[in-house]
Structure formats: C-alpha cells, structure tokens
C-alpha cells in the first residue's frame, strides 16, 4: 500500500502543468516545487481519505492543491523573515529577487486554487463536496495569515505568553496540517464526528512539527536542518524555547536574553550562551516533552478508528515525524 501511496503522488506531481512563459514566472514555481521536501500534508490527504473509506485517487488533486499552497506560504515566509536559504538551498528571493519571489508566490496561490477546482472533473455529482473543499481550503488560508500577521506583532513585543504562542503557531503551522486530514475526511464523505477526530490528530500534529523546529533551531545539525542553527537567536524570533526562559529566567538571565535574541550582531558565542541558559532552566527538557505530548495526544485520536493500514501509516509518518532531523 506504500509503494502504491509512492506511485500516485509521484505520478501526481510529475503531471502537474506549470507553464514555461514567462520563465521569470514560471521557473520560480518549477524551482520551489522541485524542493521536494517530505510533501507529508498531501500523503497525510491520501491517506485521511483512505483512512475514513474515501477513493485515493479522488484525493489526489485535493492533495496536489495543499502542497502547492503550502509552498506558496514558504516564499512568501521566507521574504518576510529574510531567509536566505530553504531546505538547504538559496530561498526564491535570494536567488531571483524579492518582487519576483512575491509574484510567483501569488501564481501559485492561482495554481493551488485551480487544482482543486479539478476535484470531480466538473461533474455534477461532486459539486456540492468541491463546494465544502473550496470553503474549507479558503478558511485555512486565511487562518494561516491570521498566524503570520501574529507572528509579525510578537516580534515587537516582550510580553508574548506561552498560551498565545500556542495560538498563533495553532494558527500558523498547525492549520494546514489540519486542513489536510479535514479535506481528506471530507473528500471521503466522514460525518462530522469524524471530522473532528480527524482535525484533532492534525492540530496536534502541527503544534509538535512547529515546536520540534523551534526545538531543532537550537540544538539540531544544521547540515541537516537546511539552516543555519541559532537563526531564530540572532532574529529575534518568538518561540517556543525563548518564550518561556524569558517567562522562568530571574533578572539576570533575562536581560542577558534580552540583550542577545535580536541582535543582528550576535555571534556563536552568544548563540551558545542562550541555548547554555535555555538548558539551565529546563527549556530544552519542556520542549521536548511538548513535542512527545502532542504526538501522543495525536496518536489516542488516531486509535479511536478502526484497524486498517492506512491507520497504520499515519501511525509510521508520525513516528517518522517524531524523529526528523530538518
């Protein structure tokens, strides 16, 4: 059933048509769809689709459309954040430039749009299920920019709590995740039941991912990461770690953090200091235990239908998941 799995969205990529002009478009798209990646939100559409009695092939535009929209979050992410690399290699606007990075973020928005709009082949019997799609692929985008928007304001601020971070990386990572397996449940005909079972395994999927990566930031092998280890040091960023040593740091250690996160000057010393402070103040140890927690709270949703193998792979890609390096 994997290697079947394999076939169909391999065959699914490969026959996606991105047009050749204008290049300055166009090879932009064909380069950030090259990435690859682990491409696990349009397998976890297969296989939420299979897992409620749905037909895989159905799914498959429903999954092409996800990992196109994802990819077009990435460009724009990226741009926002300044990054100059994305899986390891020179992110779209480092390679081209930031207006045509923009413009071919937006084309691809279209190009997701249009590939679920495929959902049924137009037929009249699949309109009102494309209908629940399309409303359900239009909340996640704007969920998801709720999230960036949030991220964007906490960078201001000192004060952001655990609670909201949790909120805006629900909102951020976690709702395409759960977009994914909520499409696939609805391209399978679930009852509603079923459809919140199905969300809550992707919401708590996506709050370990987003916290694993901020957990990986700082501690994980940058070879493998794609970036550079202590990025989200020197930018200042908001996470996970860095929320709550600033919640559990005494005067000392907080005005260290402070004077450190954010600083553009911010060398390996520095870097290795706050992470020495994260991991005095069991930061690191919480993280972890958070990611663990939400997989596990995945997982008991996951056990609440019934034995099959597609069941038993989700249970694999979590564990797969769990343990990625990048």
């Not at 070879?223 to 989200?232: I, L, M």
């Not at 927690?293 to 038993?312: G, M, V």
């Amino acid at each position: 059933m994997r290697e079947h799995l394999d076939n169909l969205l391999e065959s699914a990529f490969t026959s996606i048509s991105i047009p050749d002009e204008p290049a300055s478009l166009y090879d932009p798209v064909r380069y950030t769809m090259d990435f690859g990646g682990k491409r696990f939100r349009p397998r976890l559409v297969l296989l939420t689709a299979g897992l409620c009695g749905g037909d895989l092939e159905e799914a498959l535009p429903v999954a092409l459309a996800v990992e196109m929209l994802h990819n077009f979050t990435l460009i724009h992410d990226d741009i926002m954040d300044n990054a100059n690399t994305r899986r390891g290699k020179p992110s779209v606007h480092k390679k081209w430039d930031k207006p045509t990075a923009i413009l071919s973020g937006d084309v691809l928005f279209a190009l997701a749009m249009k590939q679920l709009n495929e959902y049924g082949n137009g037929e009249p019997e699949f309109l009102q299920t494309r209908a629940r799609l399309m409303s359900r692929f239009l909340d996640v985008i704007q969920t998801v920019c709720d999230g960036q928007a949030l991220d964007m304001e906490f960078q201001s601020r000192d004060d952001v709590t655990t609670e909201e971070y949790l909120a805006m990386i629900r909102a951020k990572t976690a709702a395409l995740i759960r977009c994914s397996m909520e499409m696939g449940a609805i391209v399978a005909g679930a009852d509603d039941q079923m459809l919140r079972k199905c969300a809550d395994i992707g919401n708590h999927t996506g709050l370990a991912f987003q916290i694993q990566d901020d957990l990986l930031d700082a501690v994980g092998d940058s070879g493998k990461f794609g970036k550079k280890v202590g990025g989200d040091i020197i930018e200042g960023k908001k996470t996970y770690l860095s929320i709550l040593a600033l919640e559990r740091a005494d005067d000392t250690d907080r005005n260290v953090l402070k004077q450190i996160l954010g600083n553009s000057k911010t060398g390996e010393s520095e870097i290795l200091r706050v992470i020495r402070i994260y991991h005095d103040l069991g930061v690191i140890d919480s993280a972890a235990k958070a990611v663990t927690r939400h997989y596990q709270s995945a997982r008991q949703q996951l056990e609440l239908f019934e034995e099959s193998d597609f069941r038993n792979e989700i249970n694999v890609l979590l564990d797969k998941l769990k343990v990625r390096d990048n």
